[in-house]
């Protein structure tokens, strides 16, 4: 069993990649101290650098997991989600509201993907 991981740290891995299927680990801003959208962003460009890493694209995504530490930024974050998002391959997607491990994040975001 071959498993591959990626961007790996003392704590945890970036991402992982085992039998065509890649899972990435939670990102949260750089800036924690950004609004909603610019959060959003750079969490989204994360998601991106990782895909590209493990040779995979927007377009492989097959789950999307989104942590909002208040859901009044539910509206803000779906504009940044909606314009980034690949229109043609959708993965599936679950938002819920939860609290982050510092209150200074508005976001966290986890995504699957296949290669």
Not at 9 to 25: F, K, L, P, W
Request: net charge negative; with cysteine.
């Amino acid at each position: 069993m071959k498993i591959e991981r990626l961007g790996v740290n003392a704590r945890y891995s970036q991402c992982v990649i085992h039998d065509g299927r890649i899972e990435t680990a939670g990102f949260v801003a750089r800036d924690p101290s950004q609004g909603i959208a610019e959060q959003t962003r750079d969490v989204l460009q994360q998601l991106e650098d990782v895909l590209a890493l493990a040779q995979a694209n927007k377009s492989h995504l097959t789950r999307i997991q989104i942590w909002l530490a208040s859901m009044h930024d539910f509206a803000a974050m779906n504009e940044i989600y909606d314009a980034w998002i690949d229109p043609l391959n959708p993965p599936a997607r679950a938002c819920v509201g939860a609290e982050l491990a510092d209150a200074r994040y508005k976001l966290e975001i986890q995504a699957w993907a296949v290669i």
